[in-house]
């Protein structure tokens, strides 16, 4: 079946722009995470969502970053005046039951910002 | 907090050799580990997961083994071929965070040359 899709693939933004960036999870899956990966570094985790309940924002790096899925399925990560050290790829993961679980994510292809 | 590291950070090798990707982490408390693969421009793809109570997962050619006392992983890659090029990445999912979310290391980037 179809996997994780994110849109759009490649963002660029000028410095102080909003951006929002969507992403379309497995069909029925519970768990939602967002990862931010800045160039040359492993992907850190931004904010989780349990259905349309985000349950941990502890990750978002400041007030700028807001994540949203009011319906339990699709998910979209604003960022608000952007500025150039927001510039990486945004990955977004689904997992079928609460992430407690033992369950595997799923990662989507990410959204690539490039802040100018 | 789960600090993961992979070692090398850079590989590159002649096709047909077998190698081995280190990662260590800091917290033994683990519910599993994962190993993915990440291609230029792309998402991550996983390839192989391994539950705490386990010692190893096999797929194809990989083989991956966990010793969660001593923190560490090895991901043994036989007979390299140049469509093995990509970087690896590893991730634990920490019993200390129980909302799921993944550490993940700096990943190593391979390069098999033909």
């Known amino acids: 079946g179809a996997g994780v899709s994110q849109s759009p693939r490649y963002k660029v933004a000028k410095r102080g722009q909003d951006v929002a960036l969507r992403c379309d999870p497995i069909s029925g899956h519970v768990s939602l995470f967002w990862y931010q990966q800045a160039l040359g570094q492993g992907p850190e985790f931004l904010t989780y969502?349990?259905?349309?309940?985000?349950?941990?924002k502890s990750g978002l790096p400041s007030d700028r970053f807001f994540a949203e899925r009011p319906e339990g399925s699709v998910s979209t990560l604003k960022i608000q005046r952007t500025q150039q050290e927001d510039s990486a790829v945004y990955l977004c993961?689904?997992?079928?039951?609460?992430?407690?679980?033992?369950?595997?994510?799923?990662f989507g292809p990410g959204t690539r910002l490039t802040v100018t | 907090k789960q600090e993961v590291t992979q070692i090398p950070a850079a590989l590159s090798v002649p096709e047909g050799e077998n190698l081995v990707l280190n990662c260590s982490f800091t917290?033994?408390?683990?519910?599993?580990l994962q190993w993915f693969r990440q291609d230029p421009g792309k998402g991550l793809t996983s390839l192989l997961l391994i539950q705490s109570s386990q010692r190893e997962q096999t797929s194809g050619r990989l083989n991956a083994s966990l010793d969660k006392s001593s923190g560490r992983s090895t991901l043994y890659i036989a007979a390299s071929q140049p469509g093995d090029s990509a970087t690896y990445l590893c991730a634990v999912k920490d019993r200390g965070s129980t909302l799921g979310r993944l550490y993940f290391g700096r990943g190593t980037q391979l390069t098999v040359w033909p």
């Open positions: 917290d033994s408390a683990i519910y599993n």
């Open positions: 993961a689904s997992s079928l039951g609460i992430a407690r679980d033992n369950y595997e994510q799923y």
């Open positions: 969502f349990q259905n349309e309940a985000q349950l941990d």
